[in-house]
């Protein structure tokens, strides 16, 4: 699988993605930029947000755009500069094109899919942890009012534990 679609499944469950070029790719076909459509199962404005800021503060060599007008899509800001230069449509034809044009672009972009997956979910598990109190905090220094005796048990164990 590609590992940004793992990233982008952690993130949100995905109720049906399109990725161009195929994961399995390899040679010549590498030239195709990445084109990645997305629909996710429980699409909001903030999961939008969140991907959108997360993208667009990669900090690698090449510029990404995640898109949320109609379906959601991530690509490389390069196809859309490249369609509207030429005159096509954003997407696939344009990423086509492109591959034709400036063939070690798509190279690259699809070597830096990777990297642009780990900042996505390095973005996210950070989200995940803002809300936690910082260590040294007026909150982490309070005594915990109901802390257990017993050290907790796991789930998986909790039907046994409570017979």
Same mark, same amino acid.
């Given at each position: 699988?590609?590992?940004?679609?793992?990233?982008?499944?952690?993130?949100?469950?995905?109720?049906?993605? $399109?990725?161009?070029?195929?994961?399995?790719?390899?040679?010549?076909?590498?030239?195709?930029?990445?084109?990645?459509?997305?629909?996710?199962?429980?699409?909001?404005?903030?999961?939008?947000?969140?991907?959108?800021?997360?993208?667009? $503060?990669?900090?690698?060599?090449?510029?990404?755009?995640?898109?949320?007008?109609?379906?959601?899509?991530?690509?490389?800001?390069?196809?859309?500069?490249?369609?509207?230069?030429?005159?096509?449509?954003?997407?696939?034809?344009?990423?086509?094109?492109? %591959?034709?044009?400036?063939?070690?672009?798509?190279?690259?972009?699809?070597?830096?899919?990777?990297?642009?997956?780990?900042?996505?979910?390095?973005?996210?598990? %950070?989200?995940?942890?803002?809300?936690?109190? %910082?260590?040294?905090?007026?909150?982490?220094?309070?005594?915990?009012?109901?802390?257990? $005796?017993?050290?907790?048990?796991?789930?998986?164990?909790?039907?046994?534990?409570?017979?």
């Amino acid at each position: 699988m590609n590992p940004m679609i793992d990233v982008l499944r952690a993130v949100s469950p995905i109720a049906h993605f $399109t990725y161009w070029p195929d994961s399995d790719a390899c040679g010549e076909e590498r030239s195709m930029p990445p084109v990645i459509w997305l629909t996710f199962q429980q699409p909001s404005e903030e999961l939008a947000k969140f991907l959108r800021e997360a993208v667009s $503060t990669f900090p690698g060599d090449i510029a990404w755009e995640f898109l949320t007008s109609g379906r959601w899509m991530l690509m490389p800001a390069r196809i859309n500069e490249f369609a509207a230069s030429h005159g096509f449509d954003r997407g696939l034809i344009a990423a086509a094109q492109l %591959k034709l044009a400036e063939p070690e672009f798509g190279k690259r972009a699809n070597a830096e899919l990777g990297l642009l997956a780990e900042h996505v979910l390095r973005e996210w598990l %950070k989200s995940q942890t803002d809300h936690l109190p %910082k260590p040294g905090s007026e909150v982490s220094r309070r005594p915990a009012e109901h802390a257990q $005796t017993r050290p907790p048990v796991p789930p998986d164990n909790l039907a046994k534990h409570y017979r």
